[in-house]
Nanobody, 125 residues
Framework: QVQLVESGGGLVQAGGSLRLSCAAS????????MAWFRQAPGKEREFVAA????????RYAESVEGRFTISRTNAKNTMALQMNSLKPEDTAVYYC??????????????????WGQGTQVTVSS
């Protein structure tokens, strides 16, 4: 089992940047596919980005492609999401998630077994 803790959220103006971090417990972090999801008020939780076990493969939602970058450091059991050119529509609670079994870099939230508590990102116009 893995426990996930997000940090780095906050309030930023449109066009600004934030860097989210996800710290994972346990010794097997490198065996998990990792991802970021987000949920805005009144909306479904949606996929943002995912990264393979080695970090060599990434996948992004169309809405963040070219603005956000996902990365991981297995030696430190951490994952990050660098968010640039933020827009008001990026406002949401951001969650990190871990997929234990599938081995596929997927946007399907049902594949993910473990979730953090979330961190709020608010982008003002």
């Amino acid at each position: 089992q893995v426990q996930l803790v997000e940090s780095g959220g906050g309030l930023v103006q449109a066009g600004g940047s934030l860097r989210l971090s996800c710290a994972a417990s346990g010794r097997t972090f490198s065996s998990y596919i990792m991802a970021w999801f987000r949920q805005a008020p009144g909306k479904e939780r949606e996929f943002v980005a995912a990264i393979s076990r080695s970090g060599g493969t990434t996948r992004y939602a169309e809405s963040v492609e070219g603005r956000f970058t996902i990365s991981r450091t297995n030696a430190k059991n951490t994952m990050a999401l660098q968010m640039n050119s933020l827009k008001p529509e990026d406002t949401a609670v951001y969650y990190c998630a871990a997929d234990r079994d599938s081995g596929v870099v997927s946007p399907d939230r049902d594949r993910y077994d473990y979730w953090g508590q979330g961190t709020q990102v608010t982008v003002s116009s």
